[in-house]
């Protein structure tokens, strides 16, 4: 499987950030998987902002729950990302990534995107 | 919900590595760990404590106890250096801080 972010490296502040995951190599609408996005913050760690089913159900991580919204497109093999009302401190590496179905205690992301830089800047 | 690594961790080449990870009742968790080389993705090298996914060595290995998750590295070699993060559930994912492997 390969997965790859694309969107604008650039957003101005209070806009919103969008970005898509196009997947290859396995079928989006399996039903096997839970399609994932994760941010890189800078000389920080690691946030998880939520998944997406291929049903379209989504589960958002609480601490971006008002602000963040995930789409999927089985035709087209592809799930997004919008993140509104964006700051400084939203600039990351965002990884599309994919992990196995199951409870979410058990969750973990097997298969990553190579990521995109956005940064948020006027 | 926190976990919390080490910011750094030194080895000998061929020597052992332990990478240590606390959160409350970490333990029943099922803790995974990526690793992560400079510019590049992460990359998972431990799932459910201890699994390892295809094409990882079995010189990487997981437990738990407690509060505490670790991950051994047996036999580091020069391409092991990395940062590792630990990662679990406690009503979203949440990542540890991460831990700098060097391999010296």
């Known amino acids: 499987v390969q997965l790859q972010e694309s969107g604008p490296g650039l957003v101005r502040p209070s806009q919103t950030l969008s970005l898509i995951c196009t997947v290859s190599?396995?079928?989006?609408?399996?039903?096997?998987?839970?399609w994932n996005w994760i941010r890189h913050l800078p000389g920080r760690g690691l946030e998880w902002l939520g998944h997406?089913?291929?049903?379209?159900?989504?589960f958002y991580n609480p601490a971006f729950r008002s602000r963040v919204t995930f789409s999927i497109d089985t035709s087209a093999s592809h799930f997004s990302l919008s993140l509104e009302s964006v700051t400084a401190a939203d600039t990351a590496i965002y990884y599309c990534?994919?992990?196995?179905?199951?409870?979410?205690?058990?969750?973990?992301?097997?298969?990553w995107g190579r990521g995109t830089l956005v940064t948020v800047s006027s | 919900y926190e976990l919390t690594q080490p910011p750094s961790v030194s080895v000998s080449p061929g020597q052992t590595a332990s990478i240590v990870c606390s959160g409350d009742e970490l333990a029943g968790k099922f803790v995974s760990w990526y690793q992560q080389r400079p510019g590049q993705s992460p990359l998972l090298v431990l799932y459910e404590d201890n699994k390892r996914p295809s094409g990882i060595p079995d010189r990487f290995s997981g437990s738990a106890s407690g509060n505490t998750a670790t991950l051994t590295i047996r036999a580091t070699q020069a391409m092991d250096e990395a940062d590792y993060y630990c990662q679990a559930w406690d009503f979203s994912a949440v990542f540890g801080g991460g831990t700098k492997l060097t391999v010296l």
């Open positions: 990534a994919r992990g196995p179905t199951g409870p979410n205690f058990r969750l973990s992301f097997h298969d």
């Open positions: 190599g396995d079928p989006i609408s399996s039903g096997a998987h839970y």
């Open positions: 997406i089913y291929y049903s379209g159900t989504t």
